[in-house]
């Protein structure tokens, strides 16, 4: 069984729709096995979504670890002059990230692979960062990520993460602070997750 971390997923790419709620909006987006999440807008993404203030109407926004597209398309669509990169390691998930935004006529959104955004873009600044993080990735691996992406935020920009409570959320809200030297606050915590704040 492949993880939605892998680069290319080995199960078929039997694609459905489903009928979603992004920011109160309705919406039928598609989604399949072998990535993130797969048959439903996950509860961690859904308290980030319905919790967070929009992001800026301009500049550049990342969606980190953007799975089927639901946080990319909810950046899109809340700020349609922006620049919306969607990032994954997982094909299958940049694939479906980029056919839903054409679905729903959003042409700000771009998807990468993190290494070909970084090598085609390695002065990147971020004006507001949103992710999901994939926890069960392992510390080392979370922690690499993190120090990648958090430090592109640009002056007076901030990053949202929403974090389980017993997959350690408050642990890592002390890591932020202690390792890479951020600001970081606990923005709320709904039905078991927080949402940590970074600036």
Not at 127 to 146: F, M, Q, T, V, Y
Request: glycine share 8%.
């Amino acid at each position: 069984m492949s993880h939605y971390f892998s680069t290319t997923p080995s199960g078929p790419d039997r694609r459905r729709e489903i009928d979603v709620a992004i920011r109160g909006r309705q919406v039928r987006l598609e989604t399949a096995a072998g990535v993130f999440s797969g048959d439903r807008l996950d509860p961690g993404t859904t308290v980030l979504l319905d919790t967070v203030d929009d992001p800026p109407a301009t500049g550049v926004l990342l969606d980190l670890g953007c799975g089927w597209g639901p946080i990319a398309i909810a950046m899109a669509l809340a700020s349609p002059g922006a620049r919306v990169l969607a990032v994954d390691v997982n094909s299958r998930a940049l694939a479906l990230t980029a056919d839903n935004a054409a679905r729903l006529g959003l042409t700000n959104v771009e998807t990468y692979l993190p290494e070909e955004l970084l090598a085609t873009e390695p002065d990147l600044r971020v004006d507001e960062l949103w992710s999901n993080p994939p926890i069960r990735i392992g510390k080392a691996a979370l922690h690499e990520i993190l120090q990648t992406w958090l430090p592109r935020l640009a002056p007076g920009a901030r990053a949202q993460l929403v974090v389980q409570r017993n997959l350690g959320s408050d642990s890592l809200q002390r890591w932020i602070a202690a390792e890479l030297d951020r600001d970081v606050t606990r923005l709320t915590s709904v039905n078991g997750f927080r949402i940590l704040t970074v600036r």
